[in-house]
């Protein structure tokens, strides 16, 4: 199983950008998926999460200005990012809990990163 992130970049305060993560390889369901991120010196944080069910979880930093949404038939989730913020610079990962097979038990399997930076 792999994830592949995608969409990250530079932009100035107050715009947007718009990050993809898609999974692939020997997937049986996908239960949560989501993106953390992680800047210099801090801990990676949770930025938004999305059941398959398609319940979300915000972090409060991030309610109201980010979207996170999900394609099921193509394994894909998005974080729609506006309003962006110089604090919000940090790289993102995305991450799925997956079943490989109908006994398997979830596991979390996580991106390779993608760096978003905003400037003031």
């Known amino acids: 199983v792999q994830l592949q992130a995608s969409g990250g970049g530079w932009v100035q305060a107050g715009g947007s950008l718009k990050l993809s993560c898609a999974a692939s390889?020997?997937?049986?369901?996908?239960?949560?998926m989501g993106w953390y991120r992680q800047a210099p010196g801090k801990q990676r944080e949770l930025v938004a999460s999305?059941?398959?069910?398609?319940?979300?979880n915000y972090a409060d930093s991030v309610k109201g200005r980010f979207t996170v949404s999900r394609d099921g038939a193509k394994n894909t989730v998005h974080l729609q990012m506006n309003s962006l913020e110089p604090e919000d610079t940090a790289v993102y990962y995305c991450?799925?809990?997956?079943?490989?097979?109908?006994?398997?038990?979830?596991?979390?399997?996580w991106g390779q990163g993608t760096q978003v930076t905003v400037s003031s």
């Open positions: 991450n799925a809990h997956i079943k490989t097979q109908w006994a398997s038990p979830l596991t979390t399997y």
């Open positions: 390889g020997n997937i049986f369901s996908i239960n949560v």
């Open positions: 999305i059941t398959s069910f398609g319940g979300t």
